[in-house]
C-alpha cells in the first residue's frame, strides 16, 4: 500500500520550521522509509523564510492534474511513502474538494492522508496581521482588520471557518484520512511541533536526525509593529524598498526580546472581550472539528484559555519613541556603514584607476620610444640604400659617358666612313631576304 502524506499547513502555525527540518533531514527519513522530495524550483515570494515546501508548485507553476499525477507516481518509485508539504494549498487552491479527489486518483493502492494543523483563529489572525504590517505595507490596526466587513480580512474570511474547508477536502479523501492536530504546546507531543509530525509519520526524532535551533520564523515586537504600521501609513515607499530598508531591523528587536524572555511584547493587541466575540463566530465549527476529527466528544478543539482579565497590550508613546529612536539610528548607522564601506571601495578603486593610467601612460611612453627607435632605423636604413642607388647611378651615368665618347670616336674614324658601303648593301640584302619569304 502507498501512503501520500500531504502537509497543508495551515499558515502561522510551524510550516517554515517543519519544513527546513524535512529538507535538513531528507536522507535520514528516505532511510527510514518516507520520502521528502525535493523542491520543484518556482518563483518564491512572500518573505525572508519562504513556507512554500515543496508541493508550492501546484499553486506557483500552475500544472494540470495529469502532470501532478505524473510527478507523484514517479516519487513512488523511489519510496512506498511520500510526504509533500505546502500551506499555500489552505489558501490558494479553491476547489479543494476536485484538487484532492485528482490526487486521490494517482493510484488504486494510494493511501491519501492530509495533515492539517490549526491555530486558534484569534491568534491565526493576530500573527497574520503581523504578517501584513511587516511584509505588505497594511497600515489599518488590528481591530480594523477584525471587523469581518474589512476588506483585508476578506481575504483570509472563509479559511478561517476550519470545519467547512475539512469538509470540503474529506468529501474527496474522507474524514478519517484527514489528520488534524491543534497547534498548542500542550497538546504536541513532548510539547515539541517536530516530535508531533514525527509522530504522525509514525517515527520519533532520534540522535540520527539534524535539529536546528533557530527560529525560521521569529516574531515582530509590538512597538516595532506599531512604528512599522505607522511607517506604512505616512510613507509612498514601495513595497520592496520599504522592507529592504527596515525589515532586518525592525526583526531585530524582536528576535533579541524573545532571546531575554520579554515576551510581553509579543501579547495580544486585544481585549478578552474582543477575542472572544470574534471567536464566537467559529465556535460551532470548532465543536464539530474536535468531535468528528479528533473523537471529543466534549467538543473542545483548543485547550489554552484566555484570562479574562487581559487587556490589549497596547504602545505607549515612550515605547513608540523608544522604538523609533532604535530603529532610524540603526539605519543611520547602517547607512553610515554602507556609506563608508563604498567610499573605501570609491577610494581604492581610484586608486587602482591612477595606478592603471600611471601603467599605461608608461606602456605608451614605452611603446613611443620603441617606435622612435625601429623609425630612426628604418630611416637611417633608408639613407643608406638611397646613398648607394646614387652611387650605382653615378657609376651607371659614367659607363654611358664613355659609351658615348667611344661611339662617338668609332664613327668619326676614316674606317667606319669606308665601310659605310658595305653596310648600306647588308642591310639592303637582308630586307630582300626578308621579303623573299
Excluded at 36 to 47: K, L, N, T, V, W
Excluded at 204 to 232: V, Y
Aim: glycine share 4%.
Amino acid at each position: 500500500m502507498k501512503t501520500l502524506y500531504i502537509h497543508i499547513g495551515t499558515p502561522k502555525t510551524g510550516s517554515s520550521t517543519l519544513q527546513h527540518f524535512f529538507e535538513n533531514n531528507r536522507e535520514t527519513l528516505l532511510q527510514k522509509g518516507v520520502y521528502y522530495p525535493a523542491d520543484i524550483s518556482h518563483e518564491r515570494y512572500g518573505g525572508y523564510e519562504s513556507t512554500d515546501g515543496n508541493f508550492a508548485w501546484v499553486t506557483r507553476l500552475h500544472p494540470d492534474m495529469e502532470e501532478v499525477r505524473k510527478k507523484v507516481q514517479g516519487m513512488f518509485r523511489i519510496s512506498e511513502k511520500v510526504l509533500l508539504s505546502t500551506e499555500n494549498i489552505w489558501l490558494e487552491i479553491y476547489d479543494k474538494e476536485s484538487f484532492f479527489a485528482g490526487i486521490r486518483s494517482i493510484a488504486d493502492d494510494l493511501e491519501v492522508k492530509v495533515i492539517v494543523y490549526l491555530r486558534k483563529q484569534i491568534d491565526y489572525l493576530e500573527s497574520q496581521y503581523r504578517e501584513w504590517v511587516r511584509l505588505i505595507l497594511l497600515k489599518e490596526s488590528v481591530h480594523q482588520v477584525c471587523d469581518f466587513n474589512n476588506t483585508v480580512l476578506k481575504v483570509v474570511k472563509d479559511s478561517l471557518d476550519y470545519y467547512a474547508v475539512l469538509e470540503k477536502i474529506a468529501q474527496a479523501v474522507g474524514r478519517e484520512n484527514i489528520i488534524v492536530r491543534p497547534y498548542e504546546n500542550g497538546q504536541f507531543q513532548n510539547q515539541n511541533i517536530v516530535d508531533d509530525f514525527m509522530g504522525i509519520l509514525g517515527l520519533h526524532t532520534d540522535q540520527s536526525f539534524a535539529l536546528s535551533e533557530k527560529n525560521f520564523n521569529p516574531p515582530i515586537s509590538n512597538p516595532a509593529l506599531e512604528l512599522k504600521r505607522q511607517m506604512n501609513a505616512s510613507a509612498k515607499a514601495e513595497q520592496k524598498i520599504m522592507n529592504g530598508c527596515f525589515y532586518d531591523i525592525l526583526m531585530q528587536d524582536g528576535i533579541e526580546r524573545a532571546e531575554n524572555g520579554e515576551c510581553a511584547h509579543f501579547k495580544s493587541l486585544l481585549t478578552y472581550q474582543q477575542r472572544q466575540e470574534f471567536m464566537q463566530r467559529f465556535e460551532e465549527g470548532n465543536r464539530k472539528i474536535a468531535r468528528y476529527y479528533l473523537n471529543r466528544e466534549e467538543g473542545k478543539l483548543f485547550f489554552e484559555e484566555d484570562n479574562v482579565n487581559m487587556q490589549a497590550n497596547a504602545v505607549s508613546g515612550e515605547e513608540l519613541l523608544k522604538q523609533t529612536i532604535r530603529v532610524f539610528t540603526s539605519a543611520f548607522l547602517e547607512n553610515y556603514e554602507k556609506q563608508t564601506f563604498v567610499e573605501s571601495r570609491q577610494r581604492a578603486l581610484d586608486e587602482k584607476v591612477e595606478n592603471f593610467i600611471i601603467q599605461m601612460d608608461k606602456m605608451a611612453k614605452n611603446q613611443q620610444n620603441q617606435i622612435e627607435r625601429m623609425m630612426k632605423k628604418q630611416e637611417e636604413t633608408c639613407r643608406e640604400q638611397i646613398e648607394d642607388i646614387r652611387w650605382q647611378m653615378q657609376e651607371c651615368t659614367k659607363q654611358w659617358t664613355g659609351m658615348q665618347k667611344e661611339l662617338k670616336e668609332i664613327k668619326n674614324s676614316s674606317s667606319w666612313r669606308m665601310t659605310a658601303p658595305l653596310r648600306k648593301m647588308a642591310v639592303f640584302f637582308r630586307k630582300l631576304k626578308y621579303k623573299g619569304r
